[in-house]
DNA sequence: CGGCAGGCGGTTA
DNA sequence: TAACCGCCTGCC
């Protein structure tokens, strides 16, 4: 089965997940719902490998997506009528489209994303990821071992990320080596709040999570397309393509409900992954 | 180079 | 509206 509208460099470096690495040989590892998995998409065709606990001595690729991962990667949905939609809904965003165009919007764990984005605050990328590796190799379980493709990283342990109860009995002196900075009694606090109560609907009652984070939550570990997350880029895209004042954030979430309606999630990754790309461009 | 501001996918009080 | 942690980048 050919996969289309899918890069998955794309997918996995976008923002939206934190826990995916490019290998040498261009596949990308990954841990999903406690499986490592590497996958290699070429031709429009996926293959994957998968190990976890109960893997049995040698990991071997194959063409078989499960349910979980292929629902984990939105496989079901179809991002090509959705692009062509909003194409003819707007100009701005079609001509913004093509820098994203391999761009899914995962289905991620709710916890593991309430995680990663009270962490990514006034954060960046590549610390994000070491923030929440670090995180996941301190008080996570390991799921196993991967080699990686060819041998390349012989004996590489992979940890899930830690249960909120783990988490929410630990003190911020534990957190002191993974360097979280102030973040690391919000993770604490909210840690406590979910394993208590669970997870609001109201994400901003959480310790540590405003409008921004928020809204990621939303869309990356609830599938809520509709989100609209307004960060320091999309505020810079909406006033250079929109020409909305950068401070006019309700004019910006009012407009993006207006005009994209339920896919102003993925409105938002083409616009971020334009800017973000093209932005050396003129 | 080496040291030092300034910035970063924001939130809080 | 200013602190907040820590790391990275750019500038001198």
Request: aromatic fraction near 10%; charged fraction near 25%; charge should be negative.
């Amino acid at each position: 089965m050919k996969i289309k509208d899918f890069i998955p460099g794309q997918t996995f470096d976008c923002g939206q997940c934190f826990r995916w690495s490019e290998e040498p040989d261009g596949s990308w590892t990954g841990i999903v719902m406690n499986n490592i998995v590497n996958m290699r998409f070429e031709d429009g065709k996926l293959t994957c490998c998968i190990i976890n606990k109960s893997s049995s001595a040698e990991p071997e690729y194959t063409d078989e997506i499960p349910e979980w991962l292929s629902n984990y990667l939105d496989l079901g949905t179809d991002y090509g009528s959705i692009k062509s939609l909003l194409s003819q809904k707007d100009k701005v965003i079609e001509k913004c489209i093509p820098y994203g165009e391999g761009i899914r919007i995962l289905r991620q764990d709710l916890w593991e994303t309430i995680v990663s984005f009270i962490i990514s605050q006034n954060n960046n990328i590549p610390r994000i990821k070491k923030c929440i590796d670090s995180l996941a190799e301190l008080a996570g379980e390991c799921v196993g071992t991967y080699d990686g493709p060819d041998g390349s990283h012989p004996g590489k342990k992979y940890y899930a990320l830690p249960t909120a109860e783990k988490l929410a009995g630990m003190s911020t002196e534990d957190l002191g080596p993974i360097h979280l900075g102030y973040r690391d009694k919000y993770l604490i606090e909210t840690a406590g709040q979910v394993a208590g109560a669970g997870v609001p609907d109201d994400l901003t009652e959480l310790q540590g999570v405003g409008p921004k984070v928020a809204n990621c939550i939303d869309l990356f570990g609830r599938h809520n397309m509709a989100a609209f997350p307004i960060d320091v880029w999309v505020k810079r895209v909406m006033n250079r393509l929109y020409g909305f004042d950068e401070n006019d954030v309700r004019g910006m979430a009012d407009f993006a409900k207006e005009k994209f309606g339920e896919y102003g999630g993925i409105v938002q990754q083409y616009l971020f992954h334009y800017v973000r790309t093209a932005s050396s461009e003129k």
